[in-house]
T-cell receptor, first 113, second 113 residues
Framework: NAGVTQTPKFQVLKTGQSMTLQCAQD?????MYWYRQDPGMGLRLIYY???????DKGEVPNGYNVSRLNKREFSLRLESAAPSQTSVYFC????????????FGDGTRLSIL | RKEVEQDPGPFNVPEGATVAFNCTYS??????FFWYRQDCRKEPKLLMS???SGNEDGRFTAQLNRASQYISLLIRDSKLSDSATYLC??????????????FGRGTQLTVWP
């Protein structure tokens, strides 16, 4: 099915470990986003990429890095995972540069022990 | 202060009822506004944009009041399938900072038979 694909769907890490969350979209969208969702907090923007070759910080970028590898792919990296990064992570895309997310991936449920 | 505040609910209404949700935002220069719905443990999905003059999509009506800095969503003739969490989203970016979308914490709606 066309849309936004995130991998992995679930992951358990130990404090201090690193990992990369992968996201790919096949709709030729310009903008891509990474959000985290915590109970009672709503979705918070970590980083976004308004177009290929650009990335910008969102509300909560500390502890994360991103790479817009090409127009399709936007990865999120945790260099040294902390328990506070336990969350559900969503990738999203939009055909409009900086526009509202039109499609979300299924999410990655990440637990850090 | 949270950039986007929503009536947390939960709202529990019978089928056929009319229900309204409100959302306030902090930045008077905000550019665009949206409602999303999110089913339990699923990804958010774009429900509708909110236009200055108000807009309707079937049983759903969205309105914007820039002077008072709030948006609303009205659902008429509620269906069981409307049960979800409704997220208010405001794009507070301008120019190069487009993409700074802020999500409210969501309002939970349960429609009962």
């Amino acid at each position: 099915n066309a849309g936004v694909t995130q991998t992995p769907k679930f992951q358990v890490l130990k404090t201090g470990q690193s990992m990369t969350l992968q996201c790919a979209q096949d709709m030729n969208h310009n903008s891509m986003y990474w959000y985290r969702q915590d109970p009672g907090m709503g979705l918070r923007l970590i980083y976004y990429s308004a177009s290929e070759g650009t990335t910008d910080k969102g509300e909560v970028p500390n502890g994360y890095n991103v790479s817009r590898l090409n127009k399709r792919e936007f990865s999120l990296r945790l260099e040294s995972a902390a328990p506070s990064q336990t969350s559900v992570y969503f990738c999203a895309s939009s055909e409009f540069p900086g526009g509202q997310p039109q499609h979300f991936g299924d999410g990655t449920r990440l637990s850090i022990l | 202060r949270k950039e986007v505040e929503q009536d947390p609910g939960p709202f529990n209404v019978p089928e056929g009822a009319t229900v309204a949700f409100n959302c306030t935002y902090s930045n008077s220069a905000s550019q665009s506004f949206f409602w999303y719905r999110q089913d339990c443990r699923k990804e958010p999905k774009l429900l509708m944009s909110v236009y200055s003059s108000g807009n309707e999509d079937g049983r759903f009506t969205a309105q914007l009041n820039r002077a008072s800095q709030y948006i609303s969503l009205l659902i008429r003739d509620s269906k069981l399938s409307d049960s979800a969490t409704y997220l208010c989203v405001v794009n507070m970016g301008r120019g190069s900072t487009l993409g700074r979308l802020y999500f409210g914490r969501g309002t939970q709606l349960t429609v009962w038979p």
